[in-house]
């Protein structure tokens, strides 16, 4: 699902591939409608994945869309707790931007790509700006959400792991990044993976040199406690010299 939707993104305008494909469908009226939730529903048939997003068929309407999960017992109101808690990669996310909860109020709709840590999604959506694109949503515009339940959608493909790590390798080095805060990367850097790699080998390859420096100390360290422990065993023993006699 998420891997169909990222060839989407930069899409620009109406009518589209998205809304002719629906239209031919449902009709011409859709060819230059809002277009959020009918790009749901052709990453959805082209992911093959339709079953689980489209349990009651193809939907342009949001409201609609959001019914359809809670009707399956899957909706999770729009809250901080909420997406901490059940959102997914893949869920489906639906906005009111007047801030309630309200199914009848919804306005939009996206994908999760990515659950923040502090409640935030990062989202790809159609129709947002009339493109497609990735937004970062807070809980103050989210109504809810649901996820569907996609054939092991606890497990991404393999394309979808190889797109992360690419985009990972190829991304803008942040500060908050362990990478950054380590001194191995440096915030703002364009990265590469030749980049990467030669950073990453210099880093391990310094580390790995601190390691034999201090195992080297460690191994002096007990050479010294060695010849300690033998000189006071030979204290000990019976060469140890004699106490010195009393005074007269």
């Known amino acids: 699902m998420l891997a169909t939707a990222r060839k989407d993104l930069g899409l620009v305008g109406r009518p589209n591939h998205i809304t002719r494909e629906y239209a031919s469908r449902h009709g011409r009226e859709y060819l230059d409608a ?14 093959g994945n339709a079953d689980a997003v489209l349990p009651a068929g193809d939907r342009a309407y949001t409201v609609a869309h959001a019914q359809d999960g809670k009707n399956l017992g899957r909706w999770y109101a729009g809250t901080v707790a909420n997406v901490k808690a059940h959102a997914k990669p893949g869920a489906l996310i639906l906005f009111d931007w007047d801030g309630t909860n309200n199914i009848p109020a919804i306005d939009h709709i996206g994908v999760i790509e990515h659950v923040l840590s502090d409640g935030r ?128």
């Not at 947002?128 to 606890?154: H, L």
């Not at 080095?173 to 990453?200: I, N, Y």
């Not at 310094?206 to 080297?216: M, Q, S």
């Open 34 to 47: 809002a277009w959020c939730d009918m790009s749901v529903t052709y990453w959805a048939r082209h992911s």
């Open 121 to 248: 999604v990062q989202t790809i959506e159609a129709n947002t700006g009339n493109a497609c694109k990735r937004r970062v949503r807070a809980a103050d515009v989210i109504a809810g959400f649901w996820n569907p339940d996609y054939e092991g959608e606890d497990m991404p493909s393999a394309k979808e792991i190889a797109d992360e790590v690419y985009e990972r390798l190829t991304g803008t080095v942040t500060k908050d990044v362990w990478a950054a805060r380590e001194g191995l990367l440096d915030p703002g850097q364009k990265l590469d993976p030749r980049t990467f790699f030669r950073q990453a080998w210099a880093y391990g390859k310094g580390a790995f040199n601190r390691l034999g420096e201090v195992l080297k100390r460690l191994d002096e360290q007990a050479a010294e406690l060695k010849a300690l422990r033998e000189e006071v065993a030979e204290l000990r023993s019976g060469d140890a010299p004699a106490e010195p006699p009393a005074a007269p």
